[in-house]
């Protein structure tokens, strides 16, 4: 089999990040920000994904919503999901209620990666 072509697991997983209108974002098990979706940078209201690529997710959660974002993501990162509800300002300002699912991926051996 050859590696370096996509799985077809791969062409759906891409057509949904670039089609979901929710805000997806794919990070490494450090909580970095590696990919984002459009949809994710017009509802966060970044006028470039540059802003946040690279970027400790994790940084995006002020306060109270730190731990429950803190929490979340190890959730994901021993294998199961995450998920919490909060409330926090766009990169513009606009408050908006945010519903975040962290979830893991998982390579073929069945790690997180």
Do not use: C
């Not at 909580?31 to 970027?55: C, H, K, Q, R, W």
């Amino acid at each position: 089999m050859n590696t370096d072509q996509p799985l077809p697991a791969d062409n759906l997983i891409s057509s949904f990040h670039d089609s979901a209108t929710d805000s997806i974002k794919v990070l490494d098990v450090d909580g970095i920000v590696l990919s984002f979706n459009p949809a994710g940078y017009d509802l966060m209201e970044l006028d470039s994904p540059t802003e946040v690529i690279g970027e400790s997710w994790l940084s995006l959660w002020k306060g109270d919503t730190e731990s429950l974002a803190k929490t979340a993501l190890n959730s994901a990162i021993h294998g199961k999901s995450g998920y919490f509800e909060a409330k926090r300002p766009t990169k513009k300002g606009t408050l908006k209620w945010w519903q975040v699912t962290v979830l893991p991926l998982k390579n073929s051996h069945n790690d997180i990666e």
